[in-house]
């Protein structure tokens, strides 16, 4: 129940094109959705997080998309570009115990060909 | 210097060796977590502190000895490791630990148990 499933685990996108990544989960005590960038050699890096009273989230080119009833959320990348050829994670976190805890997906490797 | 810096980069050890892990911040957080990523598996909490105090061992093993002396700085001192436990080892921080809280993460030490 604590798993975030994430898919796929790689993704090849022509240049312009759409990237979708999605991320599942059990829990409904999850309650902060965010998505991380990673690249090679560098620490994953926040891109965009969504709270799940709303239903979608835009920042630039990239949205976050959530279905509460499906407990689902993913990652759309507009007009995808060779610089966001990247690892991305999805997570969730909620409060257990006291302390809030994330739970992260296990990666999608986007590749953007030029 | 900014951010979330991480030393050494890189470390190759034997089983029997003790080593350390350094992760120091720059941004006037008060939150600083241990990660754990290995290949194709989601990060791997370990250990959160929270202004200081242990709020979190996510059931490491003993081998692995976390260590904060003031809210800039973390350590992971390690001894007597096992091979498996080679992966990326990250640091990140954030304001505090809490909800929607941003973690900002360190570029990760490469480590290679022999």
């Known amino acids: 129940q604590q798993q975030v499933k994430q898919s796929p685990q790689s993704l090849i996108v022509q240049k312009g094109g759409i990237s979708i990544i999605n991320c599942a989960y059990e829990?409904?005590?999850?309650?902060?959705f965010p998505w991380y960038q990673q690249f090679p050699g560098k620490g994953p890096a926040l891109l965009i997080a969504i709270r799940p009273d709303v239903s979608e989230k835009k920042e630039g080119r990239f949205t976050i998309s959530f279905n509460k009833s499906a407990k689902q959320f993913s990652l759309h990348i507009m007009d995808s570009q060779p610089g966001d050829s990247a690892t991305y994670f999805c997570a969730a976190s909620s409060l257990q115990g006291g302390t809030y805890k994330y739970i992260f997906g296990t990666g999608t490797r986007l590749k953007v060909l030029a | 210097e900014t951010g979330v810096t991480q030393t050494p980069r890189h470390l190759v050890m034997g089983m029997t060796n003790k080593k350390s892990l350094k992760c120091e911040q720059h941004l006037g957080h008060n939150a600083m977590y241990w990660y754990k990523q290995s290949a194709k598996k989601p990060l791997e909490l370990m250990f959160v502190?929270?202004?200081?105090?242990?709020?979190e061992n996510n059931s490491v093993p003993s081998r692995f000895s976390p260590e904060c002396p003031n809210s800039s700085h973390l350590f992971l001192h390690l001894h007597t490791l096992q091979p498996e436990d080679s992966a990326l080892y990250l640091c990140a921080s954030s304001q505090k630990q809490g909800i929607w809280q941003t973690q900002y993460f360190g570029p990760g030490t490469r480590l290679l148990v022999l």
């Open positions: 829990n409904t005590a999850f309650d902060y």
């Open positions: 502190y929270n202004f200081k105090e242990q709020t």
